[in-house]
């Protein structure tokens, strides 16, 4: 077995070998290979150059001062706690505690999965979306895997995932709602899909956001319209009504249309 010098081996000769060796997954030269660098250096590198309060102010911008942090976080290079500590020696706590809060998110699912194992891939609660779980489907369409599906920022958004192994999280929460609301499929299916491409994939993180979508562990879906993605990713992605038809709509237009069964109960109470 070859063996590789971390000294001396290259990121791209390594990746000529991983192309050699593991043919099925790269299997030529037009094959997508991440651009984040593994290791404990570019980890520490990555964390002394956040900015925890531009973060703050722009996370929810596609090209937001995020601190992608979190593949480091998920393969136990980096501690939460370390993130923390970087934060407030650069701001004081009060003026980042959007940025302290994510890091609390994560410990809040870790601890909610320990307590609760069997939560990870079942329903918490029925969907508040007028939908029972068999109306959903458990099959991924094959268009939303290869990010064909003609609704262009949404196919933006999944060839980040196809080629870097990586979304922006509000890129993933536009994903999830367009998987689970518009197309109607089980949220389960959607977190499945997610943890085989990200790199960052947490399984607790991963699957309570997905349910969080959903709907079945909140008290009302997730969705959202075109005018929402334009405003945080319009710079970057293609958010003309022309090519993102199914998007262009007010939230009561879709909410009719996404969820009649939940307007009707309404109307008859």
């Not at 998987?179 to 947490?202: E, P, Y």
């Not at 399984?203 to 709907?215: D, R």
Request: neutral net charge.
């Amino acid at each position: 077995m070859q063996r590789f010098d971390p000294n001396t081996t290259t990121r791209e000769s390594l990746t000529a070998s991983i192309r050699t060796f593991f043919a099925d997954v790269l299997s030529d030269e037009d094959s997508a290979v991440s651009p984040f660098l593994g290791g404990e250096k570019a980890a520490h590198a990555r964390l002394q150059d956040i900015d925890p309060v531009d973060y703050c102010r722009s996370r929810n911008y596609y090209s937001g001062a995020v601190t992608r942090l979190s593949p480091y976080i998920r393969h136990g290079i980096l501690h939460p706690e370390a993130v923390r500590q970087q934060g407030v020696a650069k701001a004081p706590a009060k003026k980042i505690e959007k940025f302290i809060q994510e890091l609390t998110w994560r410990f809040f699912w870790q601890r909610t999965y320990r307590q609760h194992p069997e939560w990870l891939w079942q329903d918490i609660e029925p969907y508040k979306t007028g939908f029972l779980k068999d109306e959903y489907s458990a099959d991924l369409p094959i268009d939303i895997e290869q990010g064909t599906t003609g609704v262009a920022c949404i196919d933006h958004f999944i060839q980040d995932l196809l080629q870097t192994g990586y979304m922006h999280n509000h890129t993933r929460m536009y994903v999830a709602s367009y998987l689970v609301h518009f197309r109607r499929v089980k949220w389960q299916v959607g977190a499945q899909w997610f943890l085989r491409h990200l790199i960052d994939g947490d399984p607790a993180s991963n699957n309570f956001s997905w349910q969080w979508v959903a709907s079945t562990f909140a008290h009302k879906p997730y969705f959202f319209n075109l005018e929402n993605v334009a405003k945080y990713c319009g710079e970057h992605v293609d958010c003309s009504p022309e090519r993102n038809q199914e998007l262009d709509a007010t939230y009561a237009q879709l909410e009719a249309r996404l969820f009649p069964k939940k307007r009707a109960e309404k109307e008859v109470l």
